[in-house]
């Protein structure tokens, strides 16, 4: 198997370890963190700090951001960037306990988690998280560095700009959009199109 390093080792990590386990693609050589509070997961070595990627980049050349996104996107787009200077290969993470459809296109340092459904002619952009039994139905599109959370439904033709977060189980109606950088909180269920910047808690 091929070794990845994980960005991160917090409590998004532990979630990002168990489908790296069952895809059976990657073996884990590490830990690369920011600082030494944000360590919950001690399976594995830590590799050094974020300041350390050029020098561990000539080791390991895979890599996965394991740091959650709630409020703010900006850390993983951060990093994200960080890695794409550096040349890091940061490949895809599917779940096999995911459904995935035909005509599904996913991009590069997006995760699909356990039990989603994904179907057919969607779009997952890249540094997204998709969690836990999201369902993303066919013909919807997720942009660059969002975090569709545990059981959100997005309904069919969907469309979530970057930066947004979708909390648990909300459910967003066939056909809407939704802006940039918005903030969906948990159980909300959004029936007409949103702006950029909006909050719905």
Do not use: W
Request: some cysteine; glycine content about 8%; hydrophobic content about 40%.
């Amino acid at each position: 198997m091929n070794n990845i390093i994980l960005i991160g080792a917090g409590g998004h990590a532990n979630s990002c370890i168990e489908v790296l386990r069952s895809e059976k693609k990657f073996k884990i050589a590490g830990f690369v963190i920011s600082n030494m509070n944000e360590i919950i997961n001690k399976d594995y070595k830590i590799l050094g700090f974020d300041k350390d990627l050029p020098i561990i980049k000539k080791k390991y050349n895979k890599a996965l951001i394991a740091i959650g996104q709630i409020k703010d996107s900006s850390v993983r787009e951060k990093i994200f960037l960080k890695l794409i200077k550096l040349e890091f290969i940061l490949p895809i993470i599917k779940s096999p306990f995911s459904i995935i459809g035909k005509n599904t296109i996913i991009k590069k340092g997006t995760i699909i988690m356990h039990h989603c459904v994904l179907n057919s002619n969607s779009i997952i952009e890249e540094n997204c998280i998709i969690n836990t039994m999201a369902l993303i139905e066919h013909n919807v599109k997720v942009e660059k560095n969002c975090h569709i959370s545990t059981g959100a439904i997005l309904n069919g033709g969907v469309e979530v700009k970057k930066n947004t977060f979708i909390g648990s189980g909300a459910i967003i109606k066939e056909g809407v959009k939704i802006g940039e950088n918005c903030i969906i909180g948990a159980g909300s269920v959004i029936k007409k199109n949103l702006p950029s910047n909006s909050k719905v808690l």
